[in-house]
């Protein structure tokens, strides 16, 4: 019997959400839209430069988002990852311990070094531009792969921005050839379409011919596609895994499982803040999926999710929302058991 719904491992970072102008960007010389690695230097001279700008700060990357909205939703999880014996360190620790999530995280034992940091800046169009600096997470490795727990989860997520560091490539294959012996669903994400545009043969490789879900933003299945409709994306993908689940924005979502394709709408919402909505929506869906729900269900409970997060600052779903999300599950729950 498993004791985990999912194993999750990815890049630990602390979040540093700024509100800030196009023009901002502009004079700091920075591209929207991407998720843009950056030295420790330009990291503090960053935080500089936005001295004074409001902000919210929690443990983020992209696969700790995904866990923390699985476990607010009712997931049992776990999640590998590499932080510094710093203050920042210290707060992401706490941050995600708080949240329910075990780790193989101590808060004693951590090497010395630097935590990573990603200053996310939201423009008022509520579009999210990404300056990380992985710090001591860029030597993630093998030894932050916990066998034992994958071997006792139903689900292993692999972040799709551990291929951009070696270690942290073999520390994600090494994950799935743990979850591929003990018959472990495996399911990962394309994370950004940098990691496309410049790690696309790790990728390929990190997906394999045994991927039971790939995730996808529209803008990043063209790319890994090399094709110009989301049609001929959607078949493409679908060579890759078992079931490919594209996101779309306000425009909800497709999940495509061989030739099958069927999309969900979303509710129209003003965005605030698109940082985390696609961390929220995987980590909805496969709370969702874990829970017996069908896959259209499972994305309409997502497409809410990400819809709610987009309303408000920063990466995760506040109490309130949890609270709305899982009545959504409850709804739909008490449908099924009627028949």
């Given at each position: 019997?498993?004791?985990?719904?999912?194993?999750?491992?990815?890049?630990?970072?602390?979040?540093f959400?700024?509100?800030?102008?196009?023009?901002?960007l502009?004079?700091?010389?920075?591209?929207?839209?991407?998720?843009t690695?950056i030295?420790?230097?330009?990291?503090?001279?960053?935080m500089e430069e936005l001295?004074?700008?409001?902000?919210?700060k929690?443990c983020g990357?992209?696969?700790?988002?995904?866990?923390?909205?699985?476990?607010?939703?009712?997931s049992?999880?776990?999640?590998?990852?590499?932080?510094?014996?710093?203050?920042?360190?210290?707060f992401?620790?706490e941050?995600?311990?708080?949240?329910?999530?075990?780790?193989?995280?101590?808060?004693?034992?951590?090497?010395?070094?630097?935590?990573g940091?990603?200053?996310?800046?939201?423009?008022?169009?509520?579009?999210?531009?990404?300056?990380?600096?992985?710090?001591?997470?860029?030597?993630?490795?093998?030894?932050e792969?916990?066998?034992?727990?994958?071997?006792q989860?139903?689900v292993?997520?692999?972040?799709?921005?551990?291929?951009?560091?070696?270690?942290?490539?073999?520390a994600?294959?090494?994950?799935?050839?743990?979850?591929?012996?003990?018959?472990v669903?495996?399911?990962?994400?394309?994370?950004?379409?940098?990691?496309?545009?410049?790690?696309?043969?790790q990728?390929?490789?990190i997906?394999?011919?045994?991927?039971?879900?790939?995730?996808?933003?529209?803008?990043?299945?063209?790319?890994?596609?090399?094709?110009?409709s989301?049609?001929?994306?959607?078949?493409?993908?679908?060579?890759?895994?078992?079931?490919?689940?594209?996101?779309?924005?306000?425009?909800g979502?497709?999940?495509?499982?061989?030739?099958?394709?069927?999309?969900?709408e979303t509710?129209?919402?003003?965005?605030?803040d698109?940082?985390?909505?696609?961390?929220?929506?995987?980590?909805?869906?496969?709370?969702?999926?874990?829970?017996?729900f069908?896959?259209?269900?499972?994305?309409?409970?997502?497409?809410?999710?990400?819809?709610e997060?987009v309303?408000?600052?920063?990466p995760?779903?506040?109490?309130?929302?949890?609270?709305?999300?899982?009545?959504?599950?409850?709804?739909f729950?008490?449908?099924?058991?009627?028949?």
């Amino acid at each position: 019997m498993s004791n985990y719904d999912i194993y999750g491992i990815g890049n630990a970072l602390v979040d540093f959400d700024f509100e800030v102008t196009d023009e901002t960007l502009t004079n700091l010389n920075i591209e929207k839209s991407v998720m843009t690695l950056i030295d420790e230097t330009q990291e503090q001279r960053l935080m500089e430069e936005l001295v004074g700008v409001k902000h919210v700060k929690a443990c983020g990357g992209s696969a700790a988002n995904t866990i923390i909205t699985a476990r607010q939703l009712g997931s049992q999880c776990f999640y590998s990852c590499k932080v510094a014996c710093d203050p920042t360190g210290d707060f992401f620790y706490e941050d995600l311990t708080r949240e329910g999530v075990e780790t193989n995280l101590t808060q004693k034992g951590r090497s010395l070094g630097s935590t990573g940091k990603c200053v996310a800046m939201i423009t008022p169009d509520a579009e999210r531009t990404m300056n990380t600096f992985l710090g001591i997470t860029a030597s993630l490795s093998t030894a932050e792969v916990i066998s034992d727990a994958i071997s006792q989860s139903k689900v292993l997520y692999i972040e799709g921005y551990l291929v951009a560091s070696d270690t942290a490539f073999e520390a994600a294959k090494l994950a799935k050839k743990v979850a591929q012996d003990k018959g472990v669903k495996i399911v990962t994400g394309l994370s950004d379409i940098n990691m496309v545009r410049y790690f696309k043969p790790q990728l390929l490789e990190i997906i394999g011919d045994d991927c039971d879900v790939l995730f996808s933003n529209e803008q990043e299945a063209l790319l890994f596609t090399e094709t110009e409709s989301l049609d001929d994306a959607a078949t493409k993908l679908a060579e890759y895994a078992r079931q490919v689940v594209i996101t779309l924005g306000d425009k909800g979502a497709m999940i495509i499982e061989g030739e099958s394709r069927v999309t969900v709408e979303t509710q129209k919402v003003v965005a605030v803040d698109t940082i985390g909505a696609g961390d929220a929506f995987a980590g909805a869906y496969l709370a969702a999926t874990n829970q017996g729900f069908a896959a259209e269900i499972a994305a309409k409970i997502a497409c809410f999710t990400a819809a709610e997060v987009v309303t408000k600052f920063g990466p995760r779903l506040s109490d309130t929302q949890v609270s709305k999300v899982r009545e959504m599950i409850s709804s739909f729950r008490r449908e099924k058991a009627a028949g």
